[in-house]
C-alpha cells in the first residue's frame, strides 16, 4: 500500500517543507511505498530551487509532487492518509480542513498545533525538527487511522461557525 503523506502550506522556509522530505525519505528507507504530495504557493523561488536540489539529490524525484497554488483543497485531502505540519502556526487552518475529511494529522509539539491535536484528537503530535519522531508519529497514526480519522471528523464538526452560532444563542438565552 501506498501511504500518501500530504502538505498544505505557503512555499517557504518557515513552512518546512525541506523537513517533511527528510521524513519522506526516512519512510522510503525504511522500505515503505510513500508519496508526498505539497500544495501551496511559492513564496521564496530560492527556497524552492533547494527543495528541488534536495529532492534530485536524495532520489525523491518519483516520490514527491508540488503542485502549486490549488483551489481544489478538498479533492485533494480525499488522496491523503495523512496531513503533516512541521512548522509553528497559531492555529492550523490547514489541520482544520483535514479533520474535517477525515485525514489525521501530524503536527510539531508547538503552539497552537499542539493543541489542536490535543484537543481534537485527530492525529499525534511529534518534537519540532525531529525526524526521527516524526517517523514513529507517522506509523503510529497508521495504525489507529480510522479512529483518529473519526476523533477528527467529530472536532472539526463541533468548531464549525453554525456549531458556535447554536452554543453562543443558548448562552444568551439561558442569561435573559
Known amino acids: 500500500m501506498t501511504?500518501?503523506?500530504g502538505h498544505i502550506a505557503l512555499v517557504q522556509r518557515s513552512k518546512k517543507q525541506d523537513f517533511?522530505?527528510?521524513?519522506?525519505?526516512?519512510?522510503?528507507?525504511?522500505?515503505l511505498d510513500v508519496i508526498g504530495l505539497f500544495a501551496g504557493e511559492t513564496r521564496e523561488k530560492d527556497?524552492?530551487?533547494?527543495?528541488e536540489e534536495k529532492i534530485t539529490q536524495k532520489g525523491l524525484s518519483d516520490s514527491v509532487l508540488?503542485?502549486?497554488?490549488?483551489n481544489d483543497i478538498a479533492d485533494l485531502l480525499k488522496m491523503m492518509d495523512i496531513l503533516i505540519i512541521p512548522s509553528f502556526e497559531g492555529f492550523p487552518l490547514a489541520g482544520l480542513e483535514a479533520a474535517a475529511a477525515g485525514v489525521p494529522v501530524a503536527a510539531c509539539d508547538t503552539a497552537g498545533a499542539r493543541e489542536?491535536?490535543?484537543v481534537g484528537g485527530g492525529g499525534l503530535i511529534f518534537?519540532?525538527?525531529d525526524v526521527a519522531d516524526a517517523v514513529s508519529r507517522i506509523k503510529e497514526i497508521m495504525l489507529r487511522k480510522k479512529a483518529m480519522?473519526?476523533?477528527?471528523?467529530?472536532f472539526a464538526e463541533k468548531s464549525a461557525i453554525n456549531h458556535y452560532e447554536e452554543r453562543i444563542e443558548e448562552?444568551?438565552?439561558?442569561?435573559?
Do not use: N, P, T
Open 3 to 5: 501511504l500518501v503523506i
Open 20 to 31: 517533511v522530505l527528510d521524513v519522506i525519505r526516512r519512510l522510503r528507507q525504511e522500505g
Open 47 to 51: 527556497y524552492m530551487k533547494e527543495l
Open 66 to 70: 508540488f503542485l502549486g497554488r490549488r
Open 116 to 118: 489542536f491535536i490535543e
Open 127 to 129: 518534537k519540532g525538527d
Open 149 to 154: 480519522a473519526e476523533k477528527g471528523k467529530k
Open 171 to 176: 448562552i444568551f438565552q439561558s442569561v435573559i
